[in-house]
């Protein structure tokens, strides 16, 4: 012991200590790395943000303030009184609720089916289901145009919906699917011998078991709904019925009101736009970060 | 049970064939293999009203002369013989499309995977940086579109503010015909950097087990023979999928162009989606629209093929003897 004392506080001076102040030092460059990285990322929201809070005269002003003067809250109500904001914020909460739920429940559905029961053509039509993933939406979009204009169904909100509830998405069914055969089979056998039709096993003992899934359908599917942009684009015509997306564009086409600049209330519709995908991707990081690391395991 | 009764009940009528065409050995695998097709009934609908359908539909639009008002009039494979030689937007919608895709896969490729590994060091406060590494990606592409049009402004956005004060004349960036491309090339790597790519090479990452890392060190291999040796080849499928998945992106690429500059100037960002949409829903040509849609998915398949065969050569699965 006393041996090893002599020689030892040396050799670790001389061979450890410099390898962790490097050590040291190298991790405090990487931090600031990915402090500045942070900034960088983050700054576009933050000059949205300010922007959002000037009064008109600053918005051109040069150099541009950094922190608004005072900070212009009234730009926000502004935006409902110019334009029929509220009305695009209920389009759109209303068309990715419902299409949310037919996700939901049509993709969990679907799944039970090529999970949980054995017949002819099931691999053939899972194989088809996936590769439907592959394909541009652009080779559908125009034929489904032209479907729903027969259903009298432009500039209504039903092409934005009604497809979901027929089956919710390949990439649903496929994700629910994969984590249904993770489920023992036990419970479900154990209900069929109860006497429970399949439909009360789906809904009773499937469903509840199958929450993490659905919860990371559920918010996919939420930002899909809030974030479609052609959809709204090709089918809808009035501005009473855009969706907020769509709406933000027409916003941007205003023309500037006797002169003043309308960036400001522009910046505060876009802040409202995004408010809710952040706080929704705060509150439910896990399922977001699940549902993408799934969607990289079948490759 | 009511929904007991809404059981397919035909099975009683010819068990035999019945069983065979569903196929099944015995009549409870027929009853099982009958609720598989109705739970399956939903999917089957959507697939063959609003994909198979549509699809076949496309072909045969495709062959046609159509304007929605009056009847689709068969002109057999003139659409595709105007695409290739007589329209003017054609050739020029395809080469912008790709110049802005050669820059953005593998600049955001890499980006992201330098972003995955800088969040695997596991440093303290990693759940926050990946939080708002990953914002960007979850704004609706409209709002990215405007709030990037605006740091863009030619006088008083922030960047071009920021270059003034290093001595540089910015661009007009989104209002030049040389720098709009760049501008929309930087806007979408900002925005994907932190996005799904980076949290799956983040999942790739994870998955490199510590001992062969380890052993790499014990062999006396050192930080770059380690990432180019072991976590490299580890992590080869999912570059394949990212480099999969953003390739197609990338070609297809709409709504940032049309809402940030629209095509222009002068057709700078005049992307091939971009023309299929104003084809098909601005001028109504429905028929010549779906022929560009129709080159267009070619061009993604041939894409993902050649991907696929290409990536025998280097993609390597772990523990796998496929």
Known sequence: MAGRLEIAPEARLSVRSPSTAFAQIESGIFYAIVLILSVL?????????????????EIFAFPPPIFPAIPQFVN??????????????????????????????????????????????????F????????????????????????????????????????????????????????????????AKIDGASPIHIWWAVIMPLCKAALATVAVLSFINGWNDFIDPLIYL?????????LGLTFFQNTPETAGMPIEQLLMAASVMTILPCVILFLAAQRYFVEGIVMSGIKG | MATAAMKPSPARKSPALLARIVGASSPLETADALWGYFFLLPWLIGLIVFTVGPLIGSILLSLTKYDVLSPPKFIGLTNYTT????????????????EYSVVVVPLGLIGSLMLAMLLNRGMKGTNTFRAIFFLPSLTPTVALALLWTWLFHPTVGPINVGLRYLGIQGPGWLTSQHWALPALILIT??????????????????????????????DGAGRWSKFRNVTLPMISPTILF?????????????????????????????????????????????????????????????????????????????????
């Open chain 1, 41 to 57: 990322f983050a700054f576009p929201f933050f000059w949205t943000l300010m922007t959002s809070l000037k009064q008109p005269w």
């Open chain 1, 76 to 125: 926000y109500p502004t935006v409902f009184a110019l334009s029929p904001f509220f009305r695009w914020i209920v389009n759109t909460v209303f068309v990715v609720a419902i299409s949310t739920i037919g996700a939901l429940l049509s993709s969990s559905f679907v799944a039970y089916s090529f999970a949980r029961f054995r017949y002819r053509g099931r691999n053939l039509i």
């Open chain 1, 127 to 190: 194989l088809l289901t996936l590769g439907t993933m592959m394909l541009p939406a652009q080779v559908t979009l125009i034929p489904q145009f032209i479907l729903f204009h027969a259903f009298g169904w432009v500039n209504t909100l039903y092409p934005l919906w009604v497809p979901a509830w027929f089956g919710g998405g390949a990439f649903n069914i496929f994700l629910l699917r994969q984590f249904m055969l993770s489920v023992p089979t036990e419970l479900d056998e154990a």
């Open chain 1, 237 to 245: 015509n009035s501005p009473n019925r855009f969706t907020l997306a």
């Open chain 2, 83 to 98: 695409a290739f030689f007589g329209d003017p937007l054609f050739w020029p919608s395809l080469a912008r499309t790709f």
């Open chain 2, 189 to 218: 790597l900002w925005s994907t950097w932190g996005g799904s790519t980076m949290i799956i090479f983040l999942a790739g990452l994870q998955g490199v087990p510590d001992a062969l890392l380890d052993a790499a060190e014990i």
């Open chain 2, 242 to 322: 990212n480099l999969v998945l953003g390739v197609i992106g990338a070609l297809k690429v709409f709504t940032l162009a049309f809402v940030a500059t629209n095509g222009g100037p002068s057709y700078a960002t005049w992307f091939l989606a971009l023309h299929i949409y104003n084809e098909a829903f601005k001028y109504f040509r429905m028929g010549y629209g779906s022929s560009l849609a129709w080159i267009f998915a070619l061009i993604l398949f041939a894409f993902t093929f050649v991907q696929m065969t290409l990536s025998r050569r280097w993609v390597y699965y772990a523990g796998s003897e496929q």
